[in-house]
Every structure is written in structure tokens, then in C-alpha cells.
């Protein structure tokens, strides 16, 4: 197995042009896992991990408002460390990647590589609509809105001669939750998940579905429900208190958004039912937060 180890943003595209089969690897958390267990067996690996600028994040300003740009080998660990205000439903979701040593390890830029429906960093990164910049050798840069980035299980919008460079998103102007349903408390894949934030600035509200359909998706039906209920009943400015019918009628809409299956690790009905609790939690915690911001 060869290994290819660049040392530039532009080697490593050219390394990606010339060698197709070549595997890239961030962390490698997923595909040293796959190679160990005689799933994956490429040609060759392209190593990415020193290209210094893939492991910074930065904060950038244009026309369209204030950004946050996260190389897609910035690790969790530093995530949550470092961007917890800003970015606060990834660095929630971040919390609950793995142990202390895949945190480390991983990154957001590998868990959109893997495309896993189950992938943490998806839910957050859906409901505050993250953009994914990528790039290749003939090409260029060009940016994917997340909800163009899933196509399937385990396939992406990313081409075979691309490579992800970083994560833009917009630093939060309200609260954010993520829930995640595991059979443990920690290292555990979802069997179920959820990311909700409120967008005062522009009176939305987005959401993320994990592990509960063939791709990571929104609940856009249910996000037009609730952001409506807010705006109609002045809640936006009153900051008065979310009623429980409003909320459980989100979580309902929530859970009809996704289309699970059964699996070893739970059921379609009890991925649905977990949704709809977990939406309407998060919605209520949210909105707990945004009353005490007043
Ligand atoms: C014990 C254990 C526990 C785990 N727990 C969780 C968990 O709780 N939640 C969760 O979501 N995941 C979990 N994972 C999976 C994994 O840690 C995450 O998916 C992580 O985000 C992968 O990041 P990485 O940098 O290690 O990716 P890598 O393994 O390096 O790469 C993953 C994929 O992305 C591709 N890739 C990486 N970087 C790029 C790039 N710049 N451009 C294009 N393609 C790229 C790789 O080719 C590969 O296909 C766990 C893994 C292990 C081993």
C-alpha cells in the first residue's frame, strides 16, 4: 500500500488528481477502523495531516454577515474548546463523539467524508446551515450548502478528485441543542439523534435528523410549523412561554420528517418515537435559553 504524504494544500490536490484509488485520511478514526478490519483495503493513503492550514479555523466577514471557517482537520477536541460560543450545537454534538482519545483524533471534515447517516457533526451542521468548501487540482474551490452535501448511505456530493478544505458556518445568534439516543451514555453510535437551533436574527428555527433515514436530513415541514406558531403568537418578541401543545406538535411533525428502518441497534418505531421526544425537548430547552438571554 503506497503512502502519500503531502505536505501542501496543492500537493495533496495533485496527489488526489493522480491517484484516484488513494484514500485520504484526517484522523483516521474511521479509516484505520475500516482498513483493520479488512473492510477497506485501497492502493494507497493519502495522509492529510500536514497541511497545516486544514487544522485552523478562523473568523471571516463578507456582504453576507459574519463567518466562522473551520478546516476540515480541526479536531473535536479543539472545537470544543475553542468555538463552544459560537458554534454551540457542534460543540454539544462534538461532546458526544467517542472518548477523549477520538476526540482528538477526529474531525468534522472526516465525519462528512464518511457520509454516515449516524455521523454526529451532521444534525448541527444541518440546522444552522453549514456550507461545506471543497476543492480539486482542474476545478478550483467550489461551496456545497450541507443540504446538497448527502446523496445516500455513506455517499456525498463530494467528486472523486475532490478533497474537503473547511466548514463555513454562522456563529449562532441564538441557542442550539443536540440529543442523541445511544445504548450507553458514551462511545456510541446514535441509534437516534437530533439538532435544533433558533435563529432569532431571522425568526427561524432549523433542525437535523440523525441515524433516522438514508442520509442526514432536515424536518423542513416541521421548522415552517414552529417558526410560524412563533411569529403569529408575537413570541419572538414576548419571549412569553412555549406552550406544550405547540411543542409536541413540532416533535410529531419532527418524527414524520424521517424515514427509519430497523437495525441492530433499535427499531423504526422506537427511532421515530425517540425523535419526536428528543425534538420537543430541544425545542423547549432552546427556547428556555432564549427567554433568559432577554
Ligand atoms: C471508537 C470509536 C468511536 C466513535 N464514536 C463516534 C461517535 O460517537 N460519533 C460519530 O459521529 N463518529 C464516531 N466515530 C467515527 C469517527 O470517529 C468520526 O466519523 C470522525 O469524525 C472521523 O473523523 P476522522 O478525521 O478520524 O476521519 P478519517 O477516518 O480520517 O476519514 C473518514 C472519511 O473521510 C474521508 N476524509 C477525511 N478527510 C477528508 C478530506 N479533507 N476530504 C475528503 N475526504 C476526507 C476519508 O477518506 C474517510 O472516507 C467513532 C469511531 C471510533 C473508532
Redesign the pocket.
Known sequence: MEFLQPSTWQE?LAA?AEFPDA????????????INFDRRRPGAL?D?TRITE?REWSRESDADGARVRLG??V??TRLIAELGDELPGLAM?SR????P???N????????????P?????PPLLATDAVVE?ASAARGTRFIPIIEFYLGVKKTA?AED????AILLTPASGPQQFC?I?TRN?????VSAFGFALHPARRSVGTGIGSAAPTPRRAHEAETFLAGELEAAGLWDSRGPLPESLTREFGSRVSDAAAPIDDVRGSAAYRRRSLAVMAHRAANWAWNDYRKAA
Open positions: 495533496a488526489r484514500v485520504p485520511v484526517a484522523g483516521g478514526t474511521d479509516v484505520m477502523v475500516e493519502l492529510l486544514l476540515s482537520g479536531s473535536y454534538a458526544t463523539v467517542g472518548s482519545q477520538i476526540r483524533r477526529g474531525t468534522v471534515g472526516g465525519n462528512l467524508g464518511a457520509g454516515s449516524a455521523g454526529d457533526s451532521h471543497v463530494l475532490e478533497l474537503i478544505a442523541k445511544g458514551a462511545m456510541v453510535i446514535a
